[in-house]
Nanobody, 118 residues
Framework: VQLQAFGGGLVQAGGSLSLSCVAS????????MGWYRQAPGKERELVAA???????NYADSVKGRFTISRDDAKNMVYLQMNSLKPEDTAVYYC?????????????WGKGTLVTVSS
């Protein structure tokens, strides 16, 4: 299973970006999908997650600004980021929890860089 993230880039503070992630390969189903980020010198942290039932969870720092959504028919997860701040600058990673060969497995994308200038 491979994950490919798209949509990073450079944006000014207050602007918006939309990230996408698509999975390819063989698996039975996708359970949770999520976006994490890692800023320079910091640990990777959860940004937002969405369950197979559509329940969402957000880091306090992005609540009200970011929206996560999924399209199971396309094996995709999205992150709409509005009102971006310089502290949102990080490499963003998508993460899928999939069922494969009867086992729950987690996969990571390679990451996409988001840079927010002040």
């Amino acid at each position: 299973v491979q994950l490919q993230a798209f949509g990073g880039g450079l944006v000014q503070a207050g602007g918006s970006l939309s990230l996408s992630c698509v999975a390819s390969g063989r698996f039975y189903s996708i359970n949770n999908m999520g976006w994490y980020r890692q800023a320079p010198g910091k640990e990777r942290e959860l940004v937002a997650a969405i369950t197979s039932g559509g329940s969402t969870n957000y880091a306090d720092s992005v609540k009200g600004r970011f929206t996560i959504s999924r399209d199971d028919a396309k094996n995709m997860v999205y992150l709409q980021m509005n009102s971006l701040k310089p502290e949102d600058t990080a490499v963003y990673y998508c993460n899928y929890a999939v069922v494969r060969f009867g086992f729950n497995m987690a996969y990571w994308g390679k990451g996409t860089l988001v840079t927010v200038s002040s």
